[in-house]
């Protein structure tokens, strides 16, 4: 009984403080004890990462509530692995964790193509028509069969069965017949190459955007090092600085942009 009275006076102890802690108090507990309310209070205070990033998968075929709790199950996986002595910060850590489990759940269990909502439930419909109807009818149930037993239109049961062939992508390695042609054709030969420059382009536009955040002594760092190839030595010549500290301002401007790209994410 004096165990449990420990333990609870404890909990008690931890609701009052955990408020009062700052995040990195927070995480240095909590790899120590593993204490869950420790966890419970982190994964509050970052739960708007979470809602960030679910949003932006609003409407691309799951409902946002399934992608936010998927979210939610990725934010507490970063709690767990974040170790703060590798001296990042924890949104950036959590950010791509978070977005991993994400676009796990949607291979699992998404549409690869945004097709109405009708059509997916229209779909489900069907599959289990064709079962029951196969058993009742004892042969493949027709068009018109699925249509009657759902009490819809053939139109729109040959619709529904159209739009879930996107549910499960089909192999670029599948063949087809070219009318007595010598060689098949392969789905790969018809499906046309992304352009290479297009990730350039995003990429630029992105390194733009970013360095309006850098002060003028920054953008003159990054551009210096990374654009004109200057050592550090000669920026700091320039700038009449050690070349220490350009290399502290160096790492800093690196930081800043890592943030700002995988805010983008």
């Known amino acids: 009984m004096k165990n449990v009275a420990k333990a609870s006076d404890l909990t008690m ?3 009052k403080s955990l408020k009062e802690l700052s995040e990195k108090e927070l995480f240095q507990h909590y790899r120590k004890t593993k204490n869950i309310e420790i966890r419970n209070e982190l994964v509050n205070r970052y739960l708007y990462i979470g809602e960030i990033l679910s949003k932006k998968y609003i409407n691309k075929g799951i409902d946002y509530e399934d992608i936010y709790q998927v979210a939610s199950l990725g934010l507490i996986y970063a709690v767990e692995r974040y170790d703060i002595d590798k001296g990042f910060e924890f949104s950036s850590f959590a950010t791509p964790t978070i977005i991993g489990e994400i676009k796990k759940y949607f291979r699992d269990k998404g549409w690869s193509i945004r097709v109405p909502r009708r ?12 079962v029951i109807l196969q058993q009742t009818l004892q042969r493949t ?13 053939e139109e729109e049961v040959i619709e529904a069965m159209e739009g879930s062939q996107v549910y499960t992508p089909k192999s670029l390695d599948l063949t087809y017949d070219n009318d007595g042609e010598d060689k098949d054709i392969q789905m790969s030969d018809l499906i046309g190459e992304t352009d290479k420059n297009y990730d350039e382009i995003e990429m630029k536009d992105f390194i733009i955007k970013a360095m309006e955040k850098l002060n003028e002594v920054e953008k003159k760092v990054l551009k210096d090092r990374f654009f004109n190839t200057k050592t550090q030595i000669e920026v700091a010549k320039e700038l009449e600085v050690s070349q220490m500290t350009i290399s502290r301002m160096e790492k800093k401007v690196i930081e800043k942009m890592k943030k700002e790209f995988f805010k983008v994410q």
């Open 119 to 130: 059509i997916q439930e229209l779909s489900k419909k069907v599959n289990t028509a064709k």
């Open 141 to 153: 149930p027709k068009i018109q069969d699925i249509a009657e037993y759902l009490q819809c239109s």
């Open 13 to 15: 102890t931890l609701n």
